[in-house]
Structures are given as C-alpha cells and as structure tokens.
C-alpha cells in the first residue's frame, strides 16, 4: 500500500484514528521527490494511485534549489494526464482551489 507524502481527503472520512483512507475519499495525492525517490514517484505511485480511483496526483520536485509542482488529473480511461507545470506560483482549480507563491515555500 502507498504511503504518499501528503493526501488531501475529505472532511467526513477523517478521524481521530484515521490512518487509511478509502481512495473514494481521497482528492489529492502528492509525492515529494528525492533522489532516491523518483522511479518510484514518476513510474509506480501514479500507476498505484491511477488504479486506486483517486483523481488527482501532484509530483513536487527541486529543479536547482526551486519547487517545481507537476499536476495530473485521472482520465476516465486509466491512469493520469498531465494539467501543467508550475514554477513560481501554482495556481489551480482542481481538486480545490489553490494559489500559493513557490518561491516563498522552501525546502
């Protein structure tokens, strides 16, 4: 079972015991990069993640000291398309709405 990074998850499924969540409740998955981390986190998790139902997979990664947020979407056929990718600011609608200034968060 993949453990991701952070999860975004809806208000009614979580409890003060919660440490799985159903994918049907899950908005979000995002996967932090290592270098340790990215087969796993480019190849294998959204692959998981995309068989799980859940609709939205972000991969968070540092291209020369700066954030980069990469956004997927689940397509109704099987696995992830690609949303955008953000340097700077990311600014999206889905699964919520969400600006946040990139440069102001660090590692």
Known sequence: ???PDVL???REAVR???FVFDPKDV????E???PGTKTKGREFRPAQYAEAGIRCFWRVE????AIVVYTFELLPEDGYAPTG???GRLEVDRPFPIDIEL???TW
């Open 1 to 3: 079972m993949p453990v």
């Open 8 to 10: 975004a998850v809806s």
């Open 16 to 18: 003060s015991s919660s």
């Open 27 to 30: 908005f979000l998955a995002v």
């Open 32 to 34: 932090v990069m290592s």
């Open 62 to 65: 540092n291209e020369d000291d």
């Open 85 to 87: 990718v953000h340097r």
């Open 103 to 105: 440069t102001e968060v």
